[in-house]
């Protein structure tokens, strides 16, 4: 999904529409999350990118997503670009750390 957002709309009050865009986004995000995973993948993974147009967004995490829409409206402005793109995710192994605390000292 590329795309950009206006919040100005004449029929809707700005909160109301900052809600109809996170929702829409919420959306987007689940419909992804149910498609059939390629052989091999573990859960789906998104590149985020946010702001002000596509020539200045820049990437972010997925979780960040409503924080810059919020930051967005406070700043008030008009229209805002974001991008997620679905793609494969492989799960990877926490490194264990060296506990020293079960060192023997016989």
């Not at 100005?8 to 987007?28: G, Q, W």
């Not at 020539?55 to 967005?72: F, M, P, S, T, V």
């Amino acid at each position: 999904m590329k795309k950009t957002y206006t919040l100005s709309d004449p029929k809707m009050a700005l909160a109301r529409r900052v809600e109809a865009v996170k929702n829409e986004i919420r959306k987007y995000i689940k419909r992804e999350r149910r498609k059939q995973l390629p052989a091999g993948a573990d859960f789906w993974d998104f590149d985020c990118r946010f702001g002000q147009s596509a020539d200045e967004a820049q990437g972010i995490h997925l979780a960040e997503i409503q924080k810059y829409i919020d930051k967005a409206e406070q700043q008030k402005l008009d229209s805002f670009y974001i991008e997620i793109l679905a793609k494969p995710g492989i799960r990877t192994s926490k490194p264990r750390p060296e506990n020293t605390d079960l060192a023997d000292d016989s």
